[in-house]
């Protein structure tokens, strides 16, 4: 069942594909321009503002490490 749908899914998209560019092939005519391209996009980089007093850094305290031992005990 599940090979079967996959496979109607493929000619299924393929027969789309297939129907879309031949629609696109006969709705762009010699005389009808290409889609314009879109302009390049300009972006402005600015320098970040100077902080005016960094805080200290302070390295983490360490984990605290507690080993406890079980103890087996019969009932």
């Known amino acids: ?7 109607a899914g493929y000619l299924y998209a393929s027969g789309r594909l297939r129907g879309r560019n031949a629609r696109e092939d006969d709705a762009r005519t010699p005389e009808q321009p290409a889609k314009p391209r879109r302009r390049e996009l300009r972006v402005a980089v600015y320098e970040p503002a100077p902080q005016a007093d960094p805080a200290p850094v302070q390295p983490k305290p360490a984990p605290k490490i507690q080993y406890r031992t079980r103890r087996w005990k019969p009932e």
């Open 1 to 7: 069942m599940s090979a079967a749908a996959t496979a």
